[in-house]
Nanobody, 126 residues
Framework: QVQLVESGGGLVQAGGSLRLSCAASGRTFSSNVMGWFRQAPGKEREFVAT????????GYADSVKGRFTISRDHPKNTVYLQMNSLKPEDTAVYYC???????????????????WGQGTQVTVSS
C-alpha cells in the first residue's frame, strides 16, 4: 500500500509561482515513477509531469513545458512540482500519483498509475 499526500496549493496571481509537494509513505518510493496530473472543473484529468525513479528522466505536457519543473528527494520520500509563470488556465486540482510498473522510466497516462493522492487546489487569478 502507498499513501500520497499533496500540499502547497493555494491562490496566486497570474505570473506568480507555487511549489507543490507530495509526500509518499508505504511501499518503496525510491524505485517508482512519479507523476503529477490536474483536473479543472468540467474537464478530464490531464497529465502534467512525470519523473523517473532516479530523477534522471522527466516529461512534461506541452502546456507547462518551460514553466513547471518536477523533481524528487529520495531521503524525504517527496516529489515536487515547481510552477512558475502561472496562468489562469493552470487553475485545477493537482494530484500526484505513483506507478508500480517498471517497463518504462516515465509514464504519461493516468491508467499507468496505481496510487493517487487526494489532490490540492491551485487557483490562479487574472
Amino acid at each position: 500500500q502507498v499513501q500520497l499526500v499533496e500540499s502547497g496549493g493555494g491562490l496566486v496571481q497570474a505570473g506568480g509561482s507555487l511549489r507543490l509537494s507530495c509526500a509518499a509513505s508505504g511501499r518503496t518510493f525510491s524505485s517508482n515513477v512519479m507523476g503529477w496530473f490536474r483536473q479543472a472543473p468540467g474537464k478530464e484529468r490531464e497529465f502534467v509531469a512525470t519523473v523517473s525513479w532516479n530523477g534522471g528522466s522527466t516529461g512534461y505536457a506541452d502546456s507547462v513545458k518551460g514553466r513547471f519543473t518536477i523533481s524528487r528527494d529520495h531521503p524525504k520520500n517527496t516529489v515536487y512540482l515547481q510552477m512558475n509563470s502561472l496562468k489562469p488556465e493552470d487553475t485545477a486540482v493537482y494530484y500526484c500519483a505513483t506507478a508500480l510498473r517498471y517497463y518504462s522510466d516515465t509514464y504519461y497516462h493516468a491508467h499507468e498509475y496505481d496510487y493517487w493522492g487526494q489532490g490540492t487546489q491551485v487557483t490562479v487569478s487574472s
